[in-house]
């Protein structure tokens, strides 16, 4: 009866995932630093992370640091043929799987614990599973709430498996790093960190009045129920993204305006096929910037309706990045993506009589020629001679 009642949930979280995959698919990289990228480091495996490579990174900086780390360009066919086999096993395990991203998802167990066995149990077989079936290392945590396994999974690393006992949730909490708490970057860290708030555990005990003195209300709340375990949230099958989106590492050259503009256009034109593809229209569209010195800026914009038509997004983030202009002439530029939100449920655009018509049309027609012929059958005349970075789907933050 007691494993009937219980609430189980795994998080698993495969391990240096791009990396991974490359050290499969080629057993001269097993063992080896790998840096998945070109310019920038989109991944690294974890014998470059021992040698303090990260993500984003720049390649020259990742190089100092491991000289004998093996480069490689990114695949996303490879790892995204590897994801599927994944979730498939997911899958197999329980129906009640919420992807979270390409690598990592939560499994809810709760209801399997009779037939199944113990939440141990049915991580170590979903973990001999994937190794067995699809050659690569993964890490699974098990606790009652979806916070609580996530930060398991990230404890457990790499090629792990952690539990948090019934019972002893605080315990294992409290005396890890704020940092481990979500929602808590360098600023919030920072903040914490400079009244000697250094732990989980002394986030619970600040009380939730400081924390929203010192945070504002919505972070104070979070973090003050966070730091007690207190997670409502159960896993959610068939969740649809909220947002459709991609991004391109650049690398550290310099670049004319023209040549990210081209880019952004090549991100759209993916964007909205992919909007098309799943007949979901939106409505607020971002622009995301990622700089050589870490730094982050984003800029976004909602239109009056819900559109997946490829001019009327593109004209709105090239004006979006326009406006950003001046961040991206002061400091170098290593990323740029595009996201569309508030997406609609299925697909319904109100038509206007200010349509322009023969843009659909024309966007349905591309669409064709490119499933018929493969996505680089037709490419936008700017686009031309040049090597753009690797594109990769952005993920829900």
């Given at each position: 009866m007691f494993y009937a009642l219980r609430v189980a949930i795994l998080h698993a979280d495969l391990d240096a995932f791009y990396a991974s995959v490359e050290q499969r698919d080629d057993p001269a990289l097993r063992g080896r630093p790998v840096l998945v990228g070109g310019g920038v480091v989109l991944a690294a495996s974890y014998e470059a992370k021992a040698r303090g490579v990260r993500t984003p990174m720049g390649v020259a900086q990742a190089r100092a640091l491991c000289p004998d780390g093996v480069v490689v360009p990114p695949r996303m066919s490879a790892?995204?043929?590897?994801?599927?086999?994944?979730?498939?096993i997911f899958r197999d395990t329980t129906p009640l799987v919420e992807g979270i991203s390409i690598d990592e998802a939560f499994l809810d167990v709760s209801g399997l614990l009779r037939v199944s066995g113990t939440p141990r149990e049915i991580a170590a077989r979903l973990r001999a599973e994937v190794r067995e079936r699809v050659g690569l290392p993964i890490t699974v945590g098990i606790a009652g709430t979806k916070f609580l396994a996530k930060v398991a999974s990230a404890v457990g690393k790499p090629d792990g498996l952690l539990e948090v006992p019934s019972g002893g949730?605080?315990?294992?909490?409290?005396?890890?790093?704020?940092?481990?708490?979500?929602?808590?970057?360098?600023?919030?860290?920072?903040?914490?960190r400079e009244r000697h708030i250094d732990?989980?555990?002394?986030?619970?005990?600040?009380?939730?009045?400081?924390?929203?003195?010192l945070l504002g209300a919505g972070a104070g709340r979070h973090l003050h129920a966070l730091a007690h375990n207190k997670?409502?949230?159960r896993v959610r099958v068939g969740h649809r993204r909220g947002s459709i989106g991609a991004q391109c590492a650049l690398g550290r050259r310099p670049r004319p305006f023209t040549e990210i503009e081209a880019t952004l256009d090549a991100l759209v034109d993916r964007v909205t096929r992919r909007m098309r593809r799943a007949k979901?229209?939106?409505?607020?569209?971002?622009?995301?910037?990622?700089?050589?010195?870490?730094?982050?800026?984003?800029?976004?914009?909602?239109?009056?309706?819900?559109?997946?038509?490829?001019r009327t997004i593109a004209d709105t983030a090239r004006q979006l990045l326009t406006e950003a202009r001046p961040l991206i002439d002061n400091r170098g530029l290593t990323l740029v993506g595009v996201a569309v939100s508030n997406l609609d449920g299925d697909g319904h655009v109100q038509p206007s009589l200010f349509d322009d018509?023969?843009?659909?049309?024309?966007?349905?027609?591309?669409?064709?020629?490119?499933?018929?012929?493969?996505?680089?059958?037709?490419?936008?005349?700017?686009?031309i001679g040049r090597q753009l970075g690797p594109s990769v789907p952005i993920l829900p933050d």
């Open positions: 790892y995204s043929a590897a994801s599927k086999a994944v979730f498939e949730e605080l315990a294992f909490l409290h005396p890890l790093p704020v940092e481990r708490l979500w929602g808590v970057g360098p600023v919030t860290s920072a903040k914490l732990t989980v555990g002394h986030v619970a005990r600040v009380g939730e009045a400081a924390l929203v003195s997670d409502p949230r979901r229209a939106g409505r607020t569209v971002t622009v995301r910037l990622r700089f050589d010195d870490f730094g982050r800026a984003t800029r976004s914009r909602s239109l009056l309706k819900a559109t997946m038509q490829t018509t023969a843009d659909d049309g024309l966007d349905v027609a591309m669409d064709a020629v490119r499933d018929r012929f493969g996505s680089s059958s037709l490419t936008r005349a700017a686009t």
